[in-house]
C-alpha cells in the first residue's frame, strides 16, 4: 500500500542547535498536515499544506510541501526544551486517506 | 468545547478477559477514528467511522477486535479475548470531515495485558 516515509526515526540536538525531519511518499499527495505529540500526550495538529511549493511558517517552525507534492520538511530554528516530542506528518493520498509518517523523536541534550 | 474524551486512561487487565475502551468525539464532527500506537508499530488506524457508520475496518488486526458507533456521541473498541500483544495506547481521534480538516485525538488509553 501507499507509505510516507519519515526521516530521521532520531534526532539529538543541543537546545539552540536546528532540527529538521522529511517526509517523502512515492505518489501525489492532496495535502499534508504535521502534528506534534509531546512524551505521554497525544499528536496535536500543527499544519496543514495543500499548494505545490507551499512554505508556512509558525515562529521558529517552518514548513515545505515540495513542487510535486511528494515530499514536505519542518525545520525547526534554534531548538527549544518545549520542542521535545516526537514530529508526525500525515499526507493524504487520493482516495483521501490520511496515511501517517512514523514520526521523528526530537530530543534535547542536557 | 471539552474535546475528545476517552475511558479509561488506564487498563490492566489479564490475558482471555474482554477490554473495552470508549470514546466521546467532539460535537459536530463527523468522522471518528481509532488509533493503536506501540514503540514497534508506531501510530497505526485501526478503523474509522463516517456518520456512525464504519468505512474502513482493514487495519483492525483480527476478529479479536471490534468497533461501534451506535450514535454521534459514542464509540466503543472492544477486545475479546485480549492477550500481551494487544498491549499498546488506543487513541480516539475525530474529525469534521475526512479531506481537508485536521484530527483532534483524546488523551488515549494506556492497555496493559499480562
Known amino acids: 500500500g501507499q507509505q510516507v516515509m519519515q526521516i530521521p526515526q532520531y534526532q539529538h540536538v543541543q537546545e539552540g542547535e536546528d532540527f529538521t525531519t522529511y517526509c517523502n511518499s512515492s505518489t501525489t499527495l492532496s495535502n499534508i498536515q504535521w502534528y506534534k505529540q509531546r512524551p505521554g500526550g497525544h499528536p496535536v495538529f500543527l499544519i496543514q499544506l495543500v499548494k505545490s511549493g507551499e512554505v508556512k511558517k509558525q515562529k521558529r517552525l517552518t514548513f515545505q510541501f515540495g513542487e510535486a507534492k511528494k515530499n514536505s520538511s519542518l525545520h525547526i530554528t534554534a531548538t527549544q526544551t518545549t520542542d521535545v516530542g516526537t514530529y508526525f506528518c500525515a499526507g493524504r493520498d487520493s482516495n483521501y486517506q490520511l496515511i501517517w509518517g512514523a514520526g521523528t523523536k526530537l530530543i534535547i541534550k542536557p | 468545547d471539552a474535546g475528545v474524551i476517552q475511558s479509561p486512561r488506564h487498563e490492566v487487565t489479564e490475558m482471555g478477559q474482554e477490554v473495552t475502551l470508549r470514546c466521546k468525539p467532539i460535537s459536530g464532527h463527523d468522522y471518528l477514528f481509532w488509533y493503536r500506537q506501540t514503540m514497534m508499530r508506531g501510530l497505526e488506524l485501526l478503523i474509522y467511522?463516517?456518520?456512525?457508520?464504519?468505512?474502513?475496518d482493514s487495519g483492525m488486526p483480527e476478529d479479536r477486535f471490534s468497533a461501534k458507533m451506535p450514535n454521534a456521541s459514542f464509540s466503543t473498541l472492544k477486545i475479546q479475548p485480549s492477550e500481551p500483544r494487544d498491549s499498546a495506547v488506543y487513541f480516539c481521534?475525530?474529525?469534521?470531515?475526512?479531506?481537508?480538516?485536521?484530527?483532534?485525538f483524546g488523551p488515549g488509553t494506556r492497555l496493559t495485558v499480562t
Open positions: 481521534a475525530s474529525s469534521k470531515s475526512s479531506w481537508g480538516n485536521e484530527q483532534y
Open positions: 467511522f463516517n456518520n456512525n457508520v464504519p468505512i474502513d
